[in-house]
Nanobody, 124 residues
Framework: QVQLVESGGGLVQAGGSLRLSCAAS?????????AGWYRQAPGKQRESIAT???????NYPDSVKGRFTISRDNAKNTMYLQMNNLEPEDTAVYYC?????????????????WGQGTQVTVSS
């Protein structure tokens, strides 16, 4: 079982910046294949806003491309989301996500985990 702990949310004015962090930990060996950030605004579906796989490839939707940057520190099993030039439309609860490979019963298996969510509010 992998635990994800998020930090870094808060209130910021439009045009400002925030950096979210998500630390993964477990009592057993695991490898993060894909790390990602999602967000969910009130009344809307959860949407993917940034992903980074273990080859270094990243992906962003047009709504955040050029403003948000995902990064990974594999040695620390920590991922980050740097958010610049924030807009009121970015207001949402932000969740980190990992897809992992873990040894269970002698075999590598795939699992998905979510962080607890952190509120980001951008005032106009």
């Amino acid at each position: 079982q992998v635990q994800l702990v998020e930090s870094g949310g808060g209130l910021v004015q439009a045009g400002g910046s925030l950096r979210l962090s998500c630390a993964a930990s477990s009592g057993t060996t695991f490898r993060i294949k894909v790390a990602g950030w999602y967000r969910q605004a009130p009344g809307k579906q959860r949407e993917s806003i940034a992903t980074a796989d273990d080859s270094g490839s990243t992906n962003y939707p047009d709504s955040v491309k050029g403003r948000f940057t995902i990064s990974r520190d594999n040695a620390k099993n920590t991922m980050y989301l740097q958010m610049n030039n924030l807009e009121p439309e970015d207001t949402a609860v932000y969740y980190c996500y990992v897809n992992t490979r873990e040894i269970r019963a002698g075999r590598w298996r795939e699992f998905d985990y979510w962080g607890q969510g952190t509120q980001v509010t951008v005032s106009s």
